[in-house]
């Protein structure tokens, strides 16, 4: 059977039309990012609720499959500082119904650290022509990305503060790591990342602290000690200064909001933070 390749428009938008109806409507192409090495897709819903993802992306939160996240947010899994960037950045593409496209942003990692993602979020219409939410793909940097291919000496720092945020380290020592003069690794890092490395370094610290005081019991000067804040104090500083709270409110809120989505099954409520 021959078919020809000569549609015009109208033809076009028939066939696609007919195709698109054919499918099921359930089908958002998590079995293909699942099968993309470093690459994490989702779906959010107007209010930032996750309504689906690829297994892999729910494993990266210490989820067993994406279900355990549907209703639930990034205020969920992250700290706040975090989860605010990823908030503004979801109601702003919702909002305007402009994609963000290769946004390269912190993200939580498995062992407490944070990790570069480059991320793509563009928004969902529905049959109105309103968005009703919005569909991404993130990838974690690797070595050869193009944003480490002009200055390799800031994936050694990246990496270099992840396996030792926990001891006690200067700029200084940073950029010496980089082979780098501590005001070139400042410019580099404020061009590349739009944070100083001292930032770096203490919303590192921060996010490790916050992993543990979500799902440990430990005390808040072992916490402090464990983090690389040297002392409970240094560690309360750095909470109010970056999240406007202290570490143990901090944990106390985290635990009642947690008592509260285990007694209901609707979803949860966002904190007004933007």
């Not at 202290?246 to 979803?267: E, I, M, N, Q, V």
């Amino acid at each position: 059977m021959e078919i020809s390749s000569q549609l015009n428009d109208d033809q076009i938008a028939k066939l696609q039309a007919q195709f698109r109806a054919s499918l099921r409507p359930d089908q958002l192409m998590e079995s293909l990012f699942d099968s993309v090495p470093g690459a994490f897709f989702f779906v959010k819903d107007r209010e930032s609720r996750f309504m689906a993802g690829g297994q892999s992306f729910a494993q990266t939160f210490g989820e067993e499959s994406i279900e355990r996240m549907i209703g639930k947010t990034d205020y969920d899994y992250s700290p706040d500082f975090l989860a605010d960037v990823f908030f503004a950045d979801d109601q702003r593409v919702m909002r305007t119904g402009q994609a963000i496209y290769n946004h390269v942003e912190l993200v939580p990692s498995a062992d407490g650290s944070l990790d570069w993602l480059c991320t793509t979020k563009i928004p969902l219409f529905g049959g109105d022509g309103a968005v009703v939410g919005l569909a991404g793909v993130t990838r974690i940097i690797r070595d050869s990305d193009a944003v480490y291919a002009d200055h390799p000496e800031m994936r050694k720092i990246v990496d270099f503060v992840r396996e030792h945020y926990r001891e006690k380290l200067s700029v200084a020592d940073l950029a010496k790591v980089g082979g780098i003069s501590v005001s070139s690794q400042e410019r580099l890092f404020k061009k590349t990342f739009e944070l100083t490395p001292l930032m770096y370094l203490r919303r590192t610290r921060l996010n490790a602290a916050c992993k543990m005081l979500r799902d440990t019991t430990f005390g808040l000067a072992e916490i402090a000690v464990q983090c690389g804040f040297n002392d409970q104090t240094n560690m309360t500083r750095a909470f109010s200064q970056e999240l406007k709270i202290t570490p143990l409110k901090y944990r106390r809120s985290f635990s009642d909001a947690r008592s509260t989505r285990s007694g209901r099954t609707g979803s949860i409520v966002l904190r007004s933070q933007i």
